[in-house]
């Protein structure tokens, strides 16, 4: 089992600045890639970035590159999602997801992500 606690979201103005971290316990976290995803209201969940084991590798969504930042500090068990020039449309509640195998790949498909967090809700105002 792995315990995906998020924090860091809140309310910011439109091109401000949050940093998300999400600290995992339980199972062994540095084999294991991890996601960031997110879901506003009325909508399906999305991918937003990933990130493999060994933070050698990143995966973004087309509508948050350049803008947001996904890496992991193994020492710690954290994974970070900076966001940067911030707008309306990234409000949502965001999860961050750990896959259950080793794999060298990273992952935009939430089928492939077994342990979610409870999200932290980011607003952005315009």
């Known amino acids: 089992q792995v315990q995906l606690v998020e924090s860091g979201g809140g309310l910011v103005q439109a091109g401000g600045s949050l940093r998300l971290s999400c600290a995992a316990s339980g199972r062994t976290f540095t084999n294991f890639p991890m996601g960031w995803f997110r879901q506003a209201p009325g909508k399906e969940r999305e991918f937003v970035a990933a990130?493999?084991?060994?933070?050698?590798?990143?995966r973004y969504a087309d509508s948050v590159k350049g803008r947001f930042t996904i890496s992991r500090d193994n020492a710690k068990s954290t994974v970070y999602l900076q966001m940067s020039s911030l707008k309306p449309e990234d409000t949502a509640v965001y999860y961050c997801?750990?896959?259950?195998?080793?794999?060298?790949?990273?992952?935009?498909?939430?089928?492939?992500?077994?342990?979610w967090g409870q999200g932290t809700q980011v607003t952005v105002s315009s």
């Open positions: 990130i493999s084991w060994n933070g050698g590798s990143t």
């Open positions: 997801a750990s896959r259950s195998t080793f794999d060298l790949r990273t992952s935009s498909d939430p089928s492939d992500y077994t342990y």
